[in-house]
């Protein structure tokens, strides 16, 4: 089984500064893939970041990275340069590459504030 | 926007009715899933939909099922409903593969309130 856990319930920032959220997960397979999604008061999950289980580089999207630190299991997401938008919440999901289907599980998730 | 498409956008439903909602995939994809999302928590996997068949199921009863058209679209009805099914139901549609292809995309969701 997976699991995965976002340690973080709240979490605020000033605007244009950099912010880190935690997300460590726990799996039995070897390959897997690694997920961010924000999802806006509006409801709709919006896809930020991928990280493969065999990446060697951390993954980068624009102003988002993803500090993957496999032994750890841990995969934190960086938010560079904050802006008022960003302010939502964040989701933390993994899905294993076997089992023949696609089920994804998802992180409590953390409330991101940006403050002007 | 995804191109992943849902409804009804929101919905009022009695306990022990039926309800049925819709999910139209972005064009391309040939996998539909469906998450129940409560209030103040994760979306939780209830199955998933590959070329019409249904190939995984999370924790949810057989009162949980689902539809998957040739043209991918899909449906998900829930029967005799429960007050604990109030919860934003969540469509994400993907080309079934591994890797960064393996992307869900999400639709808006649909808000179910059971009173």
């Known amino acids: 089984a997976q699991k995965i856990t976002q340690t973080q319930p709240g979490m605020f920032v000033q605007e244009k500064e950099a912010v880190t959220l935690d997300c460590t997960y726990d799996t039995s397979d070897q390959s897997y893939g690694l997920f961010w999604y924000k999802q806006p008061s509006s409801g709709e999950m919006i896809f930020l970041i991928y990280q493969g289980s065999y990446d060697e580089q951390n993954a980068t999207e624009g102003r988002y990275s993803l500090n993957f630190q496999k032994a750890r299991k841990s995969a934190n997401l960086v938010i560079s340069a904050s802006q008022l938008g960003d302010s939502a919440m964040y989701f933390c999901a993994m899905r294993p590459y076997s089992g023949g289907y696609q089920k994804v599980t998802f992180g409590i998730g953390t409330k991101l504030q940006v403050i002007p | 926007e995804t191109g992943v498409t849902q409804s009804p956008t929101h919905l009022i439903k009695t306990r022990g009715q039926q309800v049925t909602l819709r999910c139209s995939s972005q064009s391309g994809h040939n996998t539909v899933s469906w998450y129940q999302q409560a209030l103040g928590q994760g979306p939780q996997f209830i199955f998933q939909?590959?070329?019409?068949?249904?190939?995984g199921r999370g924790n949810f009863p057989p009162r949980f099922s689902g539809l998957q058209f040739p043209n991918y679209s899909s449906e998900l009805n829930v029967n005799a409903l429960e007050l604990d099914d109030s919860a934003l139901y969540l469509c994400?549609?993907?080309?079934?593969?591994?890797?960064?292809?393996?992307?869900?995309?999400f639709g808006p969701g649909t808000r179910l309130t059971v009173t």
């Open positions: 994400a549609s993907s080309a079934n593969g591994v890797g960064r292809s393996s992307e869900q995309y």
């Open positions: 939909y590959y070329r019409e068949e249904e190939n």
